[in-house]
Structure formats: structure tokens, C-alpha cells
């Protein structure tokens, strides 16, 4: 893998008056992001992490008040993708998929996959087809199904009959 940043979190604000923030989390849960002492290669070091209903609570050393945690509104925090855990067979992160070339079964490019998105019952790629006369191609999108998506890694391989 590259040596890139994988973004886990936003601060969405301050809570309180003490320099807590509230998270908006990308990742699966709060447990997700226990893992790590620090954030922002070293820039944010957590002191303490709570969950609530839609995200977390983090109070961070080198915040110590309300107008300090106003300040990082919309920082993202982010961790090294080699510190990340290694994945287990037929897992991926969706990181690793962002900006990867789609090819179909019979060979046609098909462009490049620009999202993840989950509604509830699974992860779904969202492709955009190859630019034509200047434009931006059409965008579609297909479930990460084995069925679908039989092959990813360096490039995204879509069974034919799931394009459009």
C-alpha cells in the first residue's frame, strides 16, 4: 500500500466548556478508534473517548477549552494506513478502493470507482465512466458482491452484466 493517511474521524464541534469535541465517526465504532494514542501524525493525543447515540466525545491534551476546540471544527483525524490492522480474506478498507481503475469481465474501462457507500444491506461502489468530448463520464454503481466485483486489488474487475 502507499504510505498514505486514512481519515477515522471529524470533529464536529465543541462540547462543553472544558475543550471536549464531539466526533463524527467514519469508522465502525468507537472501537475503532481506541486503537490510537495519537492523531494527526502526533498533532492530537487522546486523553479520553467516550461514545454517544451518533458519534463520540474526545477531550485531546493539547485542548483545553472551548474556544481551542471551536477552532478544529471540521479537522479530520487521521492515522498512517500501515498502522491500521491487517485484514483478513475477501476484507478491504475503503481507502484501498477509492481511486482504483474498474475494468469489466470482457476487458472494457470502465472508468474509476469514487466512492463507498453502504445503505444498510451492503457496500456499493460508485463508478465514473471515462470522461468523453471534455465531459465528466456518467456514474453508476454496483454492489461489492462477489458476484458483481469477482477480483479487486490494484485495479476493480465488475462482471459484465452488472454494467450499465
Avoid at 454496483?142 to 459484465?160: C, F, L, Q, S
Wanted: aromatic share 6%.
Amino acid at each position: 500500500m502507499p504510505n498514505t493517511t486514512v481519515t477515522l474521524a471529524a470533529i464536529s464541534g465543541a462540547h462543553g466548556v472544558t475543550g471536549e469535541v464531539r466526533l463524527k465517526l467514519f469508522a465502525d465504532s468507537i472501537d475503532s478508534l481506541k486503537h490510537y494514542r495519537s492523531f494527526n501524525d502526533g498533532a492530537l493525543t487522546v486523553k479520553s473517548l467516550r461514545p454517544t447515540k451518533d458519534g463520540a466525545i474526545a477531550r485531546f491534551a493539547e485542548i483545553n477549552d472551548r474556544n481551542a476546540a471551536e477552532k478544529l471544527r471540521s479537522t479530520l483525524l487521521t492515522v498512517p494506513r500501515e498502522a491500521l490492522p491487517a485484514l483478513g480474506e475477501g476484507e478491504y478498507y475503503y481507502s484501498d478502493l477509492l481511486g482504483l481503475p474498474c475494468v469489466s469481465t470482457d476487458g472494457t474501462d470502465l472508468g474509476t470507482c469514487i466512492a463507498v457507500e453502504n445503505f444498510g444491506a451492503s457496500d456499493v461502489l460508485e463508478i465514473q465512466l471515462p470522461s468523453e468530448e471534455g465531459k465528466p463520464g456518467k456514474k453508476f454503481m454496483v454492489p461489492m458482491t462477489k458476484e458483481a466485483v469477482p477480483e479487486w486489488g490494484e485495479r476493480i474487475v465488475i462482471d459484465a452484466d452488472f454494467v450499465i
